[in-house]
């Protein structure tokens, strides 16, 4: 755990507010890009942020939808943090979908939604082929994120050396094909903690982007389709 990494500058806090031109030129893209059948009927799940319910993805998923994709909410509600509950149902969704389609399941996960993708194909490689991360804090320091203190709060638990082990261990890629997409104009999240460590199968991709904007964004929409296209089934 790097604790020199903080929070990122308040000026980039400020450039949130571009997250309504964001989900407005997101939703233009619905409406007006030509759709492209990249698919092939693959089966995508899609895990909000903290806070969060599938009403954040609604435009990602349509996107994807769109591209040929079986594209799906996580259907938990507000994602307020890992459970027991949240973890079972999970791995159950993914394996339905697996079996469903007959098609192994990309994960695609925006902020803590991305920490869940990652555990989940850590775990689940028999059903997953691939995981897309959004903005997600895996990397680090968790105090390089500016939704860390609320998340404690929330969940009424300190942070213990315990903590700290296991935030270490998942930095660790999951032994899948993995994108991590950062913005390092991100005013939540301080985009080295969304980097994945170097490896064969594990990529960084940078865009311009605010934080809440991710699940909208037209440039990051593309990316993940086209990462999701281009991983052999």
Known sequence: MDKSITPPHIANLALESRVVFETGSG????????????GSGKPVLVIPGFGASDMSTFILRNYLKRSGFEAHGWGLGINRGTTGKVRD??????????????????????SLGGIFARELARNQTQ???????????????????????IALLVSGKPF????????????????????ALHSRTDGIVNWKCSLEPIAAESFND????????F?????????????IAATPN
């Open 206 to 213: 940078e865009v311009q982007c605010s934080h809440f904007g």
């Open 160 to 179: 213990t050396k315990e903590d700290e082990q296991s935030f270490d261990r998942r930095t660790t890629p999951p032994p899948v094909r993995t994108l």
């Open 27 to 38: 939703l233009l893209s619905l409406l007006t890009e030509k759709s492209q059948s990249i």
């Open 215 to 227: 699940p909208s964004n037209p440039q990051v929409l593309r990316k993940v389709a086209m990462f």
């Open 127 to 149: 059903h997953i082929d691939c995981v897309v991360t959004l903005a997600s804090p895996f990397a680090g320091s968790p105090h390089g994120n500016r939704l860390f203190p």
């Open 89 to 110: 149902s999970l791995i159950k969704k993914v394996a339905a979908l697996h079996q469903k389609t007959n098609q192994k399941v990309a994960v695609v996960g925006w």
